[in-house]
């Protein structure tokens, strides 16, 4: 029953500043029970914020984690714990999200700013003059092993990157590139073998 000239609100900022004191203290009970108390909305503010599952339960177990280890630190003048709380939570998401929006722009200008890989097939044709010998090289391709041919095809008369072939085929990355590696390999040890001596 409340008390007269009491509120139900500050009567929940005593037993949480209370809860704060004795997690200082060390009190796993109590620091089970805040979390019990705010866990749940501290969650909801991380996931509205950061927009992804793991990242939120992150943010909160990272929050309540500070919380355990500096309780102490907890000043009730500039305001009452869930509020306390709920900011560092809002804090902590939102450098969260401003860590994750400078990784983007770094991986975007790192992309941008990449030096094209030299177009392996072009290096064979130029290096065995096949511009107008297609007939050999079409023979030479029909050689290769069907998975090596695929590739090979999506690359050059598809016009995709390795990593659109990747993503086509549902291929590592790696496993396109060593495709497309042994392939170049064998069409030059076959261009150079049927070249006319």
Do not use: N
Not at 49 to 64: N, P
Not at 89 to 97: G, L
Request: proline share 3%.
């Amino acid at each position: 029953m409340e008390r007269p000239g009491v509120s139900v609100h500050s009567l929940d900022e005593a037993r949480d500043a209370d809860l704060l004191r004795r997690i200082a203290r060390g009190d796993e009970e109590s620091f089970r029970a805040l979390y019990r108390r705010y866990g749940a909305a501290a969650y909801g503010l991380a996931r509205r914020v950061v927009r992804q599952e793991f990242l939120a339960e992150e943010i909160v177990q990272e929050t309540f984690l500070a919380l355990w280890r500096g309780a102490g630190a907890y000043d009730a003048s500039r305001g009452s714990v869930r509020t306390w709380l709920l900011s560092s939570i809002h804090h902590r998401a939102v450098d969260s999200v401003r860590r994750e929006e400078a990784h983007t722009r770094r991986a975007q200008r790192a992309h941008r700013d990449a030096v094209p890989e030299a177009d392996v097939a072009e290096v064979v044709a130029d290096a065995l003059d096949l511009e107008d010998d297609s007939a050999r090289l079409g023979g030479a391709l029909g050689g290769l092993p069907p998975e090596q041919r695929h590739v090979v095809d999506l690359m050059y008369y598809g016009g995709l990157t390795q990593a659109q072939v990747a993503e086509r085929l549902a291929l590592p990355l790696g496993t396109v590139k060593s495709r497309c590696l042994l392939a170049m390999r064998r069409l030059r040890s076959a261009l150079t073998r049927e070249e006319p001596t």
